[in-house]
């Protein structure tokens, strides 16, 4: 690293503080910086320098500043950080392709989830780039940052020591904005440096203007930079200025102000200095300038030569005079201003009817060029009225300005419809999926029935009755729904095929309204119309709409018709489903016991949801989360629930994430950590938040409690479907109803199981019928015929509560050599899932019924070290330790790459190290071992 800095006068603390951070980052422990100081004190200097050590480190640089006109753009302060290396790197291009919001609207539901799938894949792309080697970002002028690029450094921050990443993120002091704050206090507490710049002494003061001069400044000058209070660049414009003016005068080694007499008085403010500049400047350089800031951040020259309809010569002259001097500089993807400040000023200094007229010109200029969609937008939005090219291009490319900057495209569009009288109906329509996509329902309804009332026979009218039936069921208004999909079906404009859609939706809400006869009739002519039409996507949305009504009533058909429906619908499948067809094949197989499968679909559905930002995401780690729980590898199902957890919850199924948790830590004899009001989550799911809870007041030694929170979620679901839906707690209430002396309920419910089982036999039904019919009856045969049936299903913990109870039902009966072999296997079906709470009640029961198992058991998993690690996280951590990224791990292990990160954390602490390098020199080590 270089020594000399002539212009990091004093800053040598902050510098080497800052290359200390690189080192450790380029080592492998990455760590976060907070720069913050005033307007002036050198931030950027310091960012500059850090740049080129990073980069002598051999770390990719990432550097770059937000801008003040892009605050409202998503990822705007990312992609400025990223710009310079776009075109060298084909994942960055594909990801900014989809940032740009290339099929963005076939894909995701609203902005709000478009920007959940461009994070999930910026994250992604940042753990690959961090698999290869350090990375450094470097963001300035942070306090300008839009929104989701401060989620975005939030969430790479979370686990920033176990990768080889600096994160930097400089601001002005005292900056305001919620995003900026939330990010720096996260930072904070992940341990973040924190540097605050000071205004510089004044020894330093007098070495910067002697480094700038090449003289030592005399009385009068240093008294002149004294009132400029330590600010480096406010002392280094001020001597520019004056030595331009030629009121410095260099003589003999020594530098002071010309003539007898101090000069008058200098602005204090940075703002008045910048100014009276820009008021020196010759007018036509000035006049470029200034038409440069208000055009943007970002200089495009030959877009300022057309503007300002000057020769493009004339224009690349003034414009290489500002590189020089320093106001512009080339970030190797374009040019910018320097300082945001230096913009911000130049722009304000710019009349606001002439800053008018020039958006006026830059937005037809443009509206006739292939230019980013909210760059011409936001021109035409300062320019006053659009014109008629204007409108033009607002209807060519409203869905790209929807999807790319959907506040902008939502004001734009208002101001072209504002007069409904003569605004365009296609316009009208762009509205409306505008504001559906920016999470505006309600709007977006009110709307759509307005144009519709006003002319609603015409060939545009389908699209937008299809938005208003879309808008009507995010508000979760079903009924409305199905009555707006009603006339769209009997217009002569609606094609076959668009008909057979807007069916097929209709019988999915009659289906959630218990509609079935009138669902099932609708579903089947909505999948005649699609094949009549050819329409394979309005056949797949009725078979799937068919697939959710039989789901309650017969797995085997429902998941028959939901395969149906992927395969018409492909990888095609529409954000506006009103169901994800893989959650509905995950739960089908889980509810058919085939649940190696069920965790295979779960996990297509969790990535397809990070994919495409989709509403089920939640839903999709919850279904694979159950199914694991079920199949004994519960690190596994924690690993799913901490990943579901990360993330929006738009359904309220994060109740079931958090009960499923619970149940483990219960019967691993630990606290459960959720502290749930019993009516948590939705109504389906909330039978699991019960379960937890009545599994600890029984752990707490009170069945009868447990058996009164359970019993009622049992008695009042709708029907046989409804407690088919939740018949996993039965072994569970059976024996804490049991144990609270209600053998006649018991008795009841093991008919309820069998009747439900004739409807829809599987293993796990028989077992749990068999299970509820032992406790009431007292048989061993029962037992046995549970534990055999619970096996099938590839339950384990079942099999270890019939094996339980078939050693107390032997110990009834006297057999005391059955009772301890079949305690054992019970002993040893907990010691494999360590549930320590079940084996210690296990051993109580059976030692009140005089049965000593006379054994330690199976011990448990260590604690600590590679023993200690799961299968799975054994896998994970040898595939990470070869220097595997997330994803490319999470590729081969069928998992999502949050789930990945969740196990990598896990494995780091068991390992009890920090760092992805600590653990490939741990794996080398251990594979070095005899």
């Known amino acids: 690293m270089e020594a000399d800095r002539s212009d990091l006068v004093d800053r040598t603390a902050e510098r080497e503080q800052l290359c200390a951070a690189a080192r450790r980052a380029a080592a492998g422990h990455g760590n976060a910086v907070i720069l913050e100081g005033s307007i002036g004190l050198g931030k950027s200097t310091l960012l500059d320098h850090l740049a080129e050590d990073c980069a002598a480190l051999g770390m990719r640089v990432l550097h770059g500043a937000a801008a003040d006109v892009e605050q409202r753009l998503p990822f705007a302060a990312v992609s400025a950080v990223a710009r310079a290396h776009l075109g060298r790197d084909d994942d960055l291009d594909r990801?900014?392709?989809?940032?740009?919001?290339?099929?963005?609207?076939?894909?995701?539901?609203?902005?709000?989830?478009?920007?959940?799938?461009?994070?999930?894949?910026?994250?992604?792309?940042?753990?690959?780039?961090?698999?290869?080697?350090?990375?450094?970002?470097?963001?300035?002028?942070?306090?300008?940052?839009?929104?989701?690029?401060?989620?975005?450094?939030?969430?790479?921050?979370?686990?920033?020591?176990?990768?080889?990443?600096?994160?930097?993120?400089?601001?002005?002091?005292?900056?305001?904005?919620?995003?900026?704050?939330?990010?720096?206090?996260?930072?904070?507490?992940?341990?973040?440096?924190?540097?605050?710049?000071?205004?510089?002494?004044?020894?330093?003061?007098?070495?910067?203007?002697?480094?700038?001069?090449?003289?030592?400044?005399?009385?009068?000058?240093?008294?002149?930079?004294?009132?400029?209070?330590?600010?480096p660049l406010h002392v280094k414009t001020l001597l520019r200025a004056y030595r331009a003016d030629g009121l410095i005068q260099v003589a003999d080694g020594a530098a002071d102000l010309a003539g007898s007499a101090d000069p008058p008085a200098v602005p204090q403010s940075l703002i008045e200095l910048a100014r009276g500049q820009a008021a020196q400047m010759p007018r036509e350089y000035r006049e470029t300038l200034q038409a440069a800031a208000v055009l943007g951040q970002t200089v495009d020259v030959a877009e300022l030569s057309t503007v300002l309809e000057q020769p493009l010569m004339a224009v690349s002259e003034v414009i290489a005079d500002a590189l020089g001097t320093g106001l512009l500089v080339d970030d190797g993807h374009g040019l910018r201003f320097r300082q945001g400040l230096t913009r911000e000023l130049l722009d304000r200094s710019v009349p606001q009817s002439v800053r008018t007229a020039l958006h006026q010109r830059a937005g037809r200029m443009l509206t006739g060029r292939d230019g980013a969609p909210e760059r011409v937008a936001a021109h035409l939005l300062a320019g006053g009225a659009l014109g008629e090219d204007g409108l033009g291009w607002l209807a060519a490319h409203a869905d790209a300005l929807t999807v790319r900057a959907p506040d902008l495209a939502v004001r734009l569009l208002r101001r072209a419809t504002a007069d409904p009288a003569e605004a365009s109906p296609v316009l009208r329509t762009h509205l409306v999926r505008a504001l559906l996509w920016d999470g505006e329902p309600a709007q977006a309804e009110r709307l759509a029935r307005e144009v519709l009332s006003a002319d609603g026979d015409a060939a545009w009218a389908p699209d937008l009755r299809w938005l208003l039936v879309q808008a009507c069921y995010r508000q979760g208004r079903v009924q409305e729904a199905i009555d707006a999909a009603g006339p769209a079906v009997d217009s002569p404009y609606t094609s076959v095929g668009q008909a057979a859609r807007f069916r097929g939706i209709a019988a999915t809400c009659l289906f959630l309204l218990d509609r079935f006869d009138e669902a099932v009739v609708v579903a089947d002519r909505a999948v005649a119309d699609g094949e009549a039409a050819g329409d394979a996507e309005a056949i797949g949305i009725g078979y799937l709409a068919k697939a959710v009504g039989l789901a309650k009533d017969d797995m085997a058909a429902s998941l028959a018709l939901t395969e149906l429906a992927l395969a018409h619908l492909g990888h095609g499948i529409r954000p506006d489903l009103q169901v994800d067809p893989y959650v509905l094949k995950g739960l089908c197989?889980?509810?058919?016991?085939?649940?190696?499968?069920?965790?295979?679909?779960?996990?297509?559905?969790?990535?397809?949801?990070?994919?495409?930002?989709?509403?089920?995401?939640?839903?999709?780690?919850?279904?694979?989360?159950?199914?694991?729980?079920?199949?004994?590898?519960?690190?596994?199902?924690?690993?799913?629930?901490?990943?579901?957890?990360?993330?929006?919850?738009?359904?309220?199924?994060?109740?079931?994430?958090?009960?499923?948790?619970?149940?483990?830590?219960?019967?691993?004899?630990?606290?459960?950590?959720?502290?749930?009001?019993?009516?948590?989550?939705?109504?389906?799911?909330?039978?699991?938040?019960?379960?937890?809870?009545?599994?600890?007041?029984?752990?707490?030694?009170?069945?009868?409690?447990?058996?009164?929170?359970?019993?009622?979620?049992?008695?009042?679901?709708?029907?046989?479907?409804?407690?088919?839906?939740?018949?996993?707690?039965?072994?569970?209430?059976?024996?804490?109803?049991?144990?609270?002396?209600?053998?006649?309920?018991?008795?009841?419910?093991?008919?309820?199981?069998?009747?439900?089982?004739?409807?829809?036999?599987?293993?796990?039904?028989?077992?749990?019928?068999?299970?509820?019919?032992?406790?009431?009856?007292?048989?061993?045969?029962?037992?046995?015929?549970?534990?055999?049936?619970?096996?099938?299903?590839?339950?384990?913990?079942?099999?270890?509560?019939?094996?339980?109870?078939?050693?107390?039902?032997?110990?009834?009966?006297?057999?005391?050599?059955?009772?301890?072999?079949?305690?054992?296997?019970?002993?040893?079906?907990?010691?494999?899932?360590?549930?320590?709470?079940?084996?210690?009640?296990?051993?109580?029961?059976?030692?009140?019924?005089?049965?000593?198992?006379?054994?330690?058991?199976?011990?448990?998993?260590?604690?600590?070290?590679?023993?200690?690690?799961?299968?799975?996280?054994?896998?994970?951590?040898?595939?990470?330790?070869?220097?595997?990224?997330?994803?490319?791990?999470?590729?081969?292990?069928?998992?999502?790459?949050?789930?990945?990160?969740?196990?990598?954390?896990?494995i780091l602490a068991k390992l009890g190290v920090t760092s992805r390098v600590e653990l490939a020199v741990a794996a080398s080590q251990r594979q070095g071992q005899p």
Request: with cysteine; net charge neutral.
């Open 95 to 231: 990801v900014t392709a989809l940032l740009r919001g290339r099929d963005a609207l076939a894909r995701s539901v609203t902005a709000v989830h478009h920007e959940l799938a461009v994070t999930e894949e910026l994250l992604a792309l940042a753990d690959r780039w961090l698999s290869r080697g350090p990375v450094a970002i470097l963001l300035d002028d942070a306090q300008w940052a839009d929104a989701s690029s401060m989620v975005l450094l939030h969430r790479l921050a979370r686990d920033i020591a176990q990768v080889p990443l600096l994160l930097v993120v400089a601001a002005r002091a005292m900056a305001p904005g919620e995003a900026l704050t939330a990010l720096q206090r996260g930072l904070l507490a992940r341990g973040a440096l924190e540097l605050r710049l000071e205004p510089l002494p004044e020894p330093a003061v007098v070495a910067l203007a002697r480094a700038q001069l090449g003289a030592q400044p005399g009385q009068r000058l240093r008294r002149l930079l004294r009132a400029h209070g330590g600010n």
């Open 589 to 906: 197989l889980l509810e058919l016991d085939r649940l190696a499968e069920a965790a295979e679909a779960a996990a297509t559905a969790v990535r397809h949801n990070q994919r495409t930002g989709g509403v089920f995401l939640t839903t999709a780690h919850a279904v694979r989360a159950h199914t694991l729980f079920l199949q004994g590898h519960w690190d596994d199902a924690l690993a799913e629930v901490r990943s579901g957890l990360d993330g929006p919850d738009p359904l309220g199924h994060a109740p079931r994430l958090l009960a499923m948790a619970d149940l483990i830590a219960v019967h691993r004899g630990d606290a459960p950590g959720a502290e749930l009001p019993a009516d948590a989550g939705e109504a389906d799911g909330r039978y699991l938040v019960r379960w937890a809870q009545a599994l600890a007041a029984e752990a707490q030694g009170d069945p009868k409690h447990a058996a009164g929170l359970l019993r009622p979620m049992w008695e009042q679901a709708d029907g046989l479907e409804g407690r088919r839906m939740m018949y996993r707690v039965c072994p569970d209430l059976a024996r804490t109803t049991a144990a609270a002396g209600g053998s006649g309920a018991v008795r009841a419910l093991a008919d309820d199981l069998h009747t439900i089982a004739a409807v829809q036999p599987t293993p796990s039904l028989a077992g749990c019928a068999a299970y509820c019919r032992g406790l009431a009856e007292g048989g061993v045969a029962p037992m046995r015929a549970a534990a055999d049936a619970f096996r099938q299903a590839g339950w384990p913990l079942y099999e270890a509560y019939a094996h339980e109870s078939a050693a107390l039902a032997l110990a009834a009966a006297g057999d005391q050599a059955g009772a301890r072999e079949a305690l054992k296997q019970a002993l040893d079906g907990y010691g494999r899932l360590e549930a320590g709470w079940d084996t210690a009640r296990a051993r109580a029961r059976l030692r009140d019924a005089g049965v000593r198992d006379g054994a330690r058991g199976r011990r448990g998993r260590p604690k600590h070290g590679w023993d200690a690690l799961t299968d799975t996280e054994r896998t994970v951590a040898e595939l990470v330790a070869t220097g595997m990224s997330n994803p490319d791990v999470a590729a081969q292990l069928f998992l999502s790459r949050r789930t990945v990160q969740s196990h990598v954390s896990s």
